[in-house]
């Protein structure tokens, strides 16, 4: 699903709103269809998806339970009754065969250990034509927020580890091989060129970024003084790509992915 990290748990929403309306907009949820969200996070795309789905039901899986708290309280607030949140990694997680005629997931796919076995075990979980519907990152290189967080953490950037990897679905080729194997037809992919926002102002931005996994990671391998120096170079970055109309923005490619199970 995701690698844990000390960020905000409504931070993604805000973090991919621009990515967000794209996704939503390839939906086509019916009413009374049952819809699987993958890697739910605080359940913003689960939410949206039960109320198109109604009175069908939406269930949303993470392995966050902290995410999956918030997605609680915000589905009680508003008092929606068919949604249900299941902390479970979707790679493995014993599904009922054949449930589904829509799985959808905004940056909830690229975070499996076995990328083939975790598509094979979301596809047995849907009907014969069922919609797969995903948005995932493409190369690391495609993305100017990956490169520039690189370059500030200069050496001490940590490559990705397995299960950890938030471009291991960017190869579009590779993906599409994946998805075929695991039993999808009509695969697309749509290319979504859009901001990520990291905040406001930069002490915002610079905590966000200071808690990405990867930036943790890197920062915790330096010398008190070097990760000091680090950081400045983290933050006058950030602050090269602030404006007062938009706040922290950097540039980014994903993909929108779309498919059909196999029937």
């Not at 069908?56 to 589905?75: C, F, I, K, T």
């Amino acid at each position: 699903m995701s690698p844990p990290n000390s960020l905000s748990p409504d931070f993604y929403d805000a973090e991919l709103r621009a990515h967000h309306e794209h996704l939503r907009a390839a939906y086509r949820i019916r009413p009374g269809d049952e819809v699987l969200d993958i890697g739910c996070g605080t359940g913003l795309t689960t939410r949206e998806a039960a109320r198109a789905a109604a009175p069908g039901r939406v269930v949303g899986v993470d392995v966050s339970e902290r995410m999956l708290e918030r997605a609680r309280q915000v589905a009680a607030l508003e008092r929606l009754d068919n949604v249900r949140y299941v902390r479970a990694d979707a790679e493995v997680h014993r599904f009922s065969p054949a449930g589904f005629d829509v799985a959808i997931s905004r940056f909830g796919t690229m975070f499996f250990s076995n990328s083939a076995a975790a598509f094979g075990n979301i596809a047995a979980a849907m009907r014969p034509d069922a919609r797969l519907l995903l948005l995932v990152w493409q190369r690391h290189n495609d993305n100017e927020w990956a490169r520039a967080i690189d370059a500030a953490l200069g050496d001490a950037a940590q490559p990705p580890k397995p299960g950890a990897d938030a471009f291991s679905l960017g190869d579009a080729e590779a993906t599409a091989g994946i998805l075929e194997d695991a039993g999808f037809d009509d695969i697309r992919f749509e290319d979504v060129h859009e901001p990520v926002f990291y905040g406001h102002d930069v002490d915002t931005a610079l905590a966000a970024v200071r808690g990405f996994h990867d930036t943790t990671a890197a920062l915790a391998t330096l010398r008190e003084d070097e990760a000091a120096r680090t950081v400045e170079r983290l933050r006058t970055m950030l602050a090269a790509h602030h404006s007062d109309d938009r706040g922290v923005v950097l540039d980014s490619r994903s993909w929108l992915v779309t498919a059909r199970r196999r029937c």
